[in-house]
């Protein structure tokens, strides 16, 4: 009877445990209290020691590893870097680039520029916006550019530069090119000179009759005196006063304004009235102030980059000052300037940082463009082919985002 009582007593119990939910609740918050303590302890435990070893660098893991096996993972470290950039110097190469090319891509933090054979690193400027399209997203294919990425709104419009280098422009030919818009050259500033191009009048009447969107630009050879900038000033104001100014159109009206345009003829001949410069020739009836016939509010200052630049940062800053005087006259004529360096001069020859308030020209013959900063063209050839163009021509194209 005892044995028989004592094992119904310990059934009472087992049953009471297994039936009792409050009893069952408090083992499970019992469980999780203590799992929720190992947890807290841990947690204070790993940031004890990267605190430690935050504060105390090498030395800290010398409390937990032998001087053999830290020297190991220093070695094993170094060693997986060391394949890391050999193997992507090697895809670099395979995959055609140039040594220049591949160099920008692995010191993404500097610039990296090739003057007289050797290799130059500048560091980048925090200051000025920087390119927000990573490298490899827009490419030079034989003349066809193309954009990687994944924006709708960017786009890209063709152009082409003209100066007298170029000669008689057959603009007939031209217009039927395919080519949106067009930059022509008023002449080069050098120093206390400027030098006006010889076929300036003739191609802004010829480019305002064929509807083309115009932008006038500026050849900069040498800081440029005062009075350099003053007769060029002039020279732009002359043209500007005799087409007017328009603003960008958007991309849909720049779409149908090229397909009416393309099916039009040549509205005057090459005649006597194409004589060169020194005429100036009254736009025909409905051209002067038209939407269809005025110049771009754009004008390029583009630079000729200089190889010898003094040590002292003199020509830097007497670079940077013409600019800026440069600048301040075209906004005072109603102009949007844009600087047009390459990589060699926007970190060599001029304080970019200075600059910063204009739009950017990019000059850059590669492949594919690397330009750090932000941009709004990219001169991709100066070994072009155009129709209706003599010689060798400056190819680009505007990168806007379309609102």
């Not at 925090?126 to 960017?154: C, F, K, Q, R, W």
């Not at 063709?158 to 022509?184: A, P």
């Amino acid at each position: 009877m005892e044995k028989q009582g004592k094992k119904m007593s310990q059934l009472n119990r087992n049953g009471d445990a297994a039936g009792n939910p409050n009893k069952r609740r408090s083992l499970y918050l019992a469980n999780i209290i203590f799992l929720s303590c190992l947890t807290i302890a841990a947690l204070v435990f790993a940031l004890f020691v990267f605190f430690r070893l935050r504060r105390h660098g090498t030395d800290g893991f010398r409390q937990f590893y032998t001087d053999g096996q830290i020297k190991n993972i220093e070695e094993k470290a170094a060693e997986d870097a060391r394949k890391e950039l050999l193997l992507e110097i090697q895809s670099s190469l395979e995959s055609g680039r140039s040594t220049t090319q591949m160099l920008r891509e692995i010191f993404d933090d500097c610039i990296v520029v090739v003057s007289g054979g050797r290799y130059y690193f500048y560091p980048l400027l925090e200051e000025v916006d920087h390119n927000p399209l990573e490298i490899g997203m827009l490419t030079n294919s034989d003349g066809l550019i193309t954009y990687a990425g994944e924006n709708p709104d960017l786009h890209l419009s063709r152009g082409i530069l003209l100066s007298d280098d170029n000669g008689k422009i057959d603009w007939e030919r031209l217009g039927d090119s395919g080519i949106e818009e067009i930059v022509l050259s008023a002449g080069d500033l050098e120093g206390d000179r400027f030098i006006p191009d010889q076929q300036f009048e003739r191609n802004c009447r010829k480019a305002v009759e064929k509807g083309k969107r115009i932008s006038l630009c500026l050849e900069v050879s040498e800081p440029p005196a005062d009075t350099a900038v003053d007769e060029a000033m002039t020279v732009i104001g002359k043209a500007v006063e005799l087409y007017g100014l328009r603003d960008l159109p958007q991309k849909e009206e720049s779409t149908q304004k090229e397909e009416n345009t393309a099916d039009q003829g040549d509205m005057s001949s090459d005649g006597a009235e194409d004589s060169g410069a020194g005429q100036t020739s009254e736009p025909s009836q409905g051209e002067a102030g038209s939407a269809e016939a005025a110049i771009d509010p754009t004008i390029l200052f583009r630079l000729r980059a200089v190889e010898n630049l003094s040590d002292d940062g003199s020509d830097k800053t007497a670079w940077t000052d013409s600019l800026k005087l440069l600048g301040g006259e075209a906004q005072a004529g109603g102009l949007h300037p844009v600087i047009g360096t390459d990589l060699h001069t926007c970190a060599a020859q001029i304080d970019l940082s200075g600059l910063s308030e204009y739009e950017r020209w990019v000059i850059d013959h590669e492949e594919t463009l690397s330009f750090p900063y932000s941009f709004d063209f990219w001169e991709y050839s100066a070994e072009g082919n155009m129709e209706g163009v003599p010689g060798k021509s400056i190819l680009y194209v505007r990168v806007e985002v379309m609102q």
